[in-house]
């Protein structure tokens, strides 16, 4: 393959698209798949071929506002309906080419104008499985390109400069990453993809690698050249099948497409990918227990140093990102470091993919350049707390993140303003709570997926999360006392302090979270035995203590 | 061939382990391998053991190793592909992966144990699995789980008696924005309500 025949490529399937008078892109993307998208598009294909019309109608990945679908988008008018049912594709398909049918169409501006698209840019326009699409959309250039016209250095350089920090949670720089591996003395180096996306309530990996698996593949080849590996791994989670299924057609096609393997593109460079699947297991996010379960071992962690980009996986220098890092490197590397680092806030460059989730009016997929504040992705394109119910909190972070109150959310989205409010960036996950949610039935929600998900090889991570646990039931069912509120928060400090991965270390922080904005909470569950929200049971109201008492 | 294994393993490991510690013979495997008096004190290729029965899935599992070239790393992956061929691990097939790879049974166990993707119990002919993930739980997953659990009279993670149904939880199925979301056979229900899980367990009951 050579960037003359990619070119080819391109054209061809430019070619093939302009043959169409309109394009019918269906989200066939989980959420929109589970509201009958399949159906769906095969009632619009059938009812495309009776009406004789030249239309092209296409599966594509996630379009973003899931609770809107399915969703479909009508091209060259780019004119988007929302809760289409199969019954609907008769109608919509006659509306081709006049006026688009009134009762589906939806305007979801306000939702979309303040987002900017680079690791979904492709979400909604392309076949996940059709590489030639990809292709044609700037696909795999960079990587050509990269192979052709720069050096490895040359390509260390321009993700160092982009600013890009690691989308995995921790912020790493990812240049700095890449430029130790490079440095690493070894001949066999490894690149892994961090596709376990153990967080609940973030679903953003698995919607690029669904979507648009060959994003994914093309940023890995390009950290394999920078780094000097010519194998790498993607780690994906059991529990996303069809993600699994479209990594491993991308990975095919690209290998016969001469984009793996050996002398791509007719240099020295070679490498190839393979799927490993993870099987349930949250703390093997963590890198040095991802690596033990790609080894084939329990995913538990170990002590670093060594980092990984010493000794990584079978002892040899590996690169560790998470998909939405690499789905960033190709774009960086087209349009160059200085075009990145244009979006986002100082220390915190580029867009973040955030999943919207919870009690807001627009769930879904969103990406929004950095420095964006809380309130406008809550407010604006989320579209409020629905139902006439009242904001309370939002939770970023996942299990190791903290919640947000509302007084909080004229703060700049970053990775270091999130770890200043007590919560931390994450791998993007954003659920919005309501007055019906309880934020000490929160925590302990928390601590529970801790507890069950601690591996047990360090004692306060182990330990410390049961102790934790019990403590925060006992405050549940108002059984605590104020000393119990103090060991609580003791506890959290030592497992924070001495545990050994971020699992544990982090394990505190959605108590540490609610405790600092929500204490009134904890206090009224434990003095007057009263949950505001009415999801605690306690055992014996305080209403219930006055009966008695008279 | 599976009861010599057995034997193997549990009746003759430590005779076998103190012979080889106090030999001292170069290259000789500390697993318990069935092949293990055909080789003492020489370093022949690895023959893997025979498949434990002429069921056509163990040559799927068998594929999943060969492509892997048999090396220990492959062990979760061939659990995975033992799992999708036959819904669960038991203790043949633990076995026979384990002497396969050469991975001593212990660690192979300890695998199988550690992942919560992996079952040692056969699944019922329908499985309802309930996400319990942040969103899920915002949304009221544990009214689901509850109704659940009191229709089919079983904890989370169990089967019914008669094996018709079983009763999962899962951490999250990255289908959030569709919460409370509800696996049915493996496929996706989103903004699930009691009354839909109830009914859906109505129907698999009479069936």
């Known amino acids: ?550 | 061939m599976t009861a010599h294994r057995r034997d193997n393993c549990h009746g003759q490991v430590w005779p076998r382990l103190v012979r080889i510690w106090t030999e001292k013979k170069p290259g000789t495997v500390f697993d318990c391998d069935p092949l293990a008096s055909n080789r003492e004190g020489t370093v022949p290729a690895f023959t893997p053991p025979p498949l434990p029965s002429d069921d056509k899935r163990w040559k799927i599992v068998n594929g999943t190793m060969r492509k892997n070239g048999f090396a220990r790393h492959a062990l979760i992956e061939t659990l995975h592909t033992v799992q999708s061929s036959f819904g669960y691990l038991d203790d043949d097939a633990i076995r026979f992966v384990a002497h396969s790879l050469r991975v001593p049974l212990s660690q192979a166990y300890g695998v199988v144990t550690f992942y919560h993707y992996f079952s040692l119990k056969p699944p019922g002919k329908h499985t309802i699995t309930c996400c319990a993930g942040t969103a899920c739980y915002i949304k009221g997953a544990d009214k689901l789980i509850a109704a659940a659990e009191k229709r089919l009279g079983i904890p989370q993670g169990q089967t019914t008696a008669d094996g018709k149904i079983s009763l999962m939880t899962a951490r999250c199925v990255g289908a959030c924005s569709r919460a409370p979301v509800v696996l049915r056979d493996g496929e996706v229900m989103g903004e699930v309500s009691s009354e839909q899980v109830l009914e859906q367990l109505e129907r698999w009951a009479v069936e």
């Open chain 1, 1 to 550: 393959m050579t960037i003359e025949e990619l070119e080819q490529i391109a054209k061809s399937v430019c070619q093939e698209n302009e043959k169409f008078d309109f394009e019918v892109n269906v989200c066939m993307d989980l959420a929109c798949s589970s509201q009958g998208a399949g159906q769906l598009k095969d009632a619009l294909v059938k009812a495309a071929e009776a009406s004789g019309k030249n239309v092209n109608v296409r599966r594509t990945g996630c379009m973003g506002p899931c609770s809107s679908g399915p969703l479909v988008r009508v091209d060259p008018d780019s004119t988007l309906y929302h809760h289409v049912k199969a019954d609907h594709a008769e109608a919509i398909v006659n509306s081709l080419g006049g006026a688009p049918v009134p009762d589906l169409q939806c305007d979801l501006n306000e939702h979309f104008d303040k987002q900017v698209r680079v690791v979904l840019e492709n979400a909604g326009y392309i076949d996940p499985e059709k590489i030639d699409e990809y292709i044609a959309r700037d696909g795999y250039k960079a990587l050509l390109t990269a192979l052709t016209e720069m050096t490895p250095n040359g390509v260390i350089h321009r993700v160092t400069e982009s600013g890009l920090r690691g989308r995995g949670g921790g912020g790493y720089p990812t240049g700095l990453k890449w430029s130790t591996v490079a440095k690493a003395s070894g001949d066999i180096k490894y690149v892994v993809c961090n596709g376990d996306e153990g967080d609940p309530g973030a679903f953003m990996d698995r919607s690029v690698m669904e979507g648009d698996p060959h994003r994914v593949i093309e940023g890995m080849a390009l950290a394999a050249y920078a780094v000097g590996a010519s194998k790498g791994y993607i780690y994906v989670r059991a529990e996303y099948p069809v993600a699994v299924a479209r990594l491993t057609a991308g990975l095919r096609d690209a290998r016969r497409r001469g984009l793996l393997g050996n002398n791509i593109c007719n240099t020295p460079f070679n490498f190839d990918v393979e799927i490993r699947l993870g099987a349930g297991a949250f703390v093997c996010g963590e890198e040095t227990a991802l690596l033990a379960s790609i080894e084939g071992k329990r995913g538990t962690p170990r002590p670093r140093p060594p980092y990984p980009a010493v000794s990584g996986l079978f002892g040899k220098p590996t690169l560790i990102n998470n998909v939405e890092t690499y789905a960033n490197i190709a774009p960086i590397i087209r349009n160059g470091g200085k075009w990145f680092a244009n979006m986002g806030s100082e220390r915190s460059k580029g867009t973040k993919v955030f999943a919207l989730t919870g009690k807001i009016t627009h769930t879904g997929l969103v990406e929004v350049p950095m420095g964006i504040k809380l309130r406008e992705i809550i407010e604006v394109i989320g579209g409020g707390v629905p139902g006439g119910h009242t904001f309370k909190a939002v939770q970023t972070g996942g299990p190791s993140g903290g919640c947000i109150p509302a007084e909080m959310l004229d703060v700049g989205v970053s990775y270091d303003a999130l770890v200043r409010l007590g919560s931390i960036m994450g791998s993007g996950g954003m659920i919005v709570m309501d007055d019906t949610s309880c934020m000490v039935n929160v925590a302990r929600f928390f601590i529970e997926f801790c507890m069950t998900e601690s591996c047990g090889k360090c004692i306060p991570c182990r330990a410390g999360t049961a102790q934790m646990f019990t403590l925060l039931t006992k405050i549940c069912t108002g059984k605590a006392t104020m000393d119990d509120l103090e060991l609580l928060e003791s506890l959290c400090s030592t497992v924070k302090e001495a545990s050994l991965c971020g699992l544990g270390q982090t394990a505190p922080n959605p108590v540490l979270s609610t405790l600092k904005y929500f204490r009134n909470e904890y206090i009224e569950h434990i003095v007057d035995k009263h949950c505001r929200a009415g999801v605690c049971s306690m055992e014996t109201s305080a209403a219930e203590q006055k009966e008695v008492l008279a």
